[in-house]
């Protein structure tokens, strides 16, 4: 019972980051390498903003207008001149994105693993048996994960930007045609992945240990993710994370020598499968 909830918690961690991934992919058609860093970002963010105001609520607050600035700003600086160019010269400066954001990552906080402390108001845990009980935190987890996806599909589906999105990625030339500024449209996508991202990376501060590396796997991951879930689907992204989760999961208690590989080896099936994804188009 606790690895399954432990699946599902990190599915729902998965997904959020692997959302943002998806509408920058699906709706700019940019290859973002970087977007790792900005789950890294999200977390530093919290570290830093928790010490100075003595709250992690707070530091909720204030890190996620600033990690949507941060997306304004590197959209509109760097991404807004990569739209028309090839996937190489995107991996090139993502790639080149990760190093500029890891030095001033080292100049600002340094290079040691840092830790953030559980709230706490949720620093308990709930009895499942006799014997085994579940950190209340984690629970939080899931559940703003939870209410995230809610409202990302919320926002996707039932909204004007939602639509504007739908359409942007569905045929982006037609969108420029009927008079929309694809480019403003750019910027709020991009921007959003960002919050994602970061706000991912923020919730996961008190349960994984705060360190320079930590966008490196769960990049590698959300890939994964967007791959089996269709590019550009938000939902093919939360039953994409759901199946990663827990293979995960259970990979590394019932196969832990070849952990590594069961994540891969599901990608693999699901595109024998599905070469598009679960959920393309979707």
Known sequence: MIQILNGVQYGFLLFLVASGLTLIFGIMGVVNLAHGAFYMVGAYLAFWLEKQTGSFALALLLGVPLSVVLGLAVERVGFTHLYRRDHLHQVLFTFGLILVIGELRAILWGNDVNGVAVPPLLAGSIPLTDTQAYPVYRLFISLACLATAAGLTGLIRYTRLGMMIRAGASNREMVQVLGLD??????????????????????????????????????????????????????????????????????????????????????ALVLVWRPRGLFAGA
């Open 182 to 267: 694809v480019n403003r449209l750019f910027m709020v996508v991009f921007a959003l992945g960002v919050a994602l991202a970061a706000f991912a990376g923020m919730i996961a501060a008190p349960v994984n240990s705060v360190h320079p590396g930590m966008g490196d796997e769960i990049l590698i991951l959300s890939f994964v993710v967007v791959v089996i879930g269709g590019v550009g689907s938000i939902k093919g992204a939360f039953f994409g994370a759901m199946l990663i989760g827990l293979a995960d999961t259970f990979g590394a208690v019932f196969l832990p020598e070849a952990a590594g590989v069961v994540v891969y080896a599901l990608m």
